[in-house]
């Protein structure tokens, strides 16, 4: 079965760069984009940028140009999504998805980041 | 960049209602939206694609409809389960509407 599994919970410092993992299973990794997904807390969802695993490209939300970088490792069929110069404002639960031709199908268990000094 | 707008943003409800959920583009999207539904602490679960299609295992109280700027989200008859937040999102940008927490009255 598809599944999406993501690194733990990290608390990090105003300024400081965090990277979240997403660990791919059950599918064809270079198939299907993977794209970035926060929710800060009591708000709604905001998209932040896919990576296409195949071949490595990305694409930003323009809010978070300069600021995320989002990467693969396609031997252990895995995505990353880094993101820097980190403010309170990004506290947040980050979260990775499949995506399909139509929508993100299927999700990551969330990840969530808290910025603090 | 195409925005949506997604209404109401609170929902009280009983357990047998029908209940619609609006979601507004700010230019035609044909029917490149989808639905979710995201339970408190849980990732959003996939409900509807293609304005319309329902998603395999999802129950057939949910319907969606619309293409171009307007489409809803129907739930035909509420079950305790049902309450949660529910977001749309237009597949062009991938952005998603504000979303809309459905609650027992």
């Known amino acids: 079965q598809v599944q999406l599994v993501q690194s733990g919970a990290e608390v990090k410092k105003p300024g400081a760069s965090v990277r979240v993992s997403c660990k791919t299973s059950g599918y064809t990794f270079t198939a299907y984009y993977t794209h970035w997904v926060r929710q800060a807390p009591g708000q709604g969802l905001e998209w932040m940028g896919w990576i296409n695993p195949n071949s490595g490209g990305t694409h930003y939300a323009q809010k978070f140009q300069g600021s995320v970088t989002m990467t693969r490792d396609t031997s252990i069929t895995t995505a990353y999504m880094e993101l820097s110069r980190l403010r309170s404002d990004d506290t947040a639960v980050y979260y990775c998805a499949r995506g399909g031709t139509y929508s993100f199908d299927h999700w990551g268990q969330g990840t969530l980041v808290t910025v603090s000094s | 960049d195409i925005q949506v707008t997604q209404s109401p943003s609170t929902l009280s409800a009983s357990v047998g209602d029908r209940v619609t959920i609006t979601c507004r583009a700010s230019q035609s999207i044909s029917r490149w939206l989808a639905w979710y539904q995201q339970k408190p602490g849980k990732a959003p679960k996939l409900l509807i694609y293609?304005?319309?299609n329902l998603e395999s295992g999802v129950p057939s109280r949910f319907s969606g409809s619309g293409s171009g700027t307007e489409f809803t989200l129907t739930i035909s008859s509420l079950q305790p389960d049902d309450f949660a937040t529910y977001y749309c999102?237009?597949?062009?940008?991938?952005?998603f509407g504000q979303g809309t927490k459905l609650e027992i009255k």
């Open positions: 999102q237009q597949y062009n940008s991938y952005r």
């Open positions: 293609r304005a319309s």
